[in-house]
């Protein structure tokens, strides 16, 4: 039974004594022991419904800085019959939201900000690197061609995969791979391959 549904936002400005949604209202006063809940009336600020299978390994999120713009990734499908594709949603200061459909799928997706370029690092079976630019108001996204990790290994793919952005400033990513075990309950190695992203993907 599908069960995700729907983008619910609420910020606070007091360290969380207070919380407001999306429209401004307040919806709870921790201070009087009031408490957030998916029940809470108003946090919904955009609705994707359960029949568009939303994931809910696939969203994440990021605040750009320069302009108070809220950046959110999210798999579902495009209908109900439709293909699963990363949708970009992006909430503004004013609260209002727009939804742009990107022409790639992936899951456990990373989303930062390097100076003006928004990268999504995607994870778990299959690692990609996508960027969108400010100049074009991150509406189109790139994909970084992957180099061949090594003789052995064509691809980085299969088992789980996750990403390491701490040397992103410095214009390295690292990908922590542990490869899928021969059965279940065997052990199986973890490689870590440092990604050194070219001038083209960081200069901005």
């Not at 408490?35 to 939303?54: D, I, K, M, Q, W």
């Amino acid at each position: 039974m599908d069960c995700n549904h729907g983008i619910y936002y609420t910020y606070s400005d007091d360290e969380g004594l207070t919380w407001y949604n999306n429209a401004g209202n307040l919806v709870a006063d921790t201070r009087k022991g009031e408490v957030l809940s998916v029940e809470t009336p108003g946090l919904e600020a955009v609705h994707v419904p359960t029949t568009l299978r939303p994931s809910n390994v696939s969203h994440n999120s990021v605040i750009d800085t320069k302009t108070g713009d809220y950046h959110l990734l999210l798999s579902h499908n495009t209908s109900s019959e439709g293909p699963a594709r990363v949708h970009h949603y992006v909430g503004d200061i004013s609260g209002k939201w727009q939804k742009r459909v990107s022409g790639f799928t992936a899951s456990n997706v990373t989303l930062t900000f390097l100076g003006d370029r928004l990268f999504a690092f995607a994870g778990r079976e299959n690692a990609a690197i996508y960027y969108s630019d400010r100049a074009d108001n991150f509406t189109e996204w790139h994909e970084v061609e992957m180099p061949n990790v090594d003789s052995k290994f064509g691809k980085i793919e299969g088992g789980y995969i996750t990403w390491d952005l701490s040397l992103l400033s410095q214009g390295i990513a690292s990908i922590i791979w542990q490869h899928a075990p021969a059965s279940n309950g065997k052990p199986s190695p973890i490689y870590v391959y440092d990604f050194e992203l070219g001038k083209s993907e960081t200069d901005k």
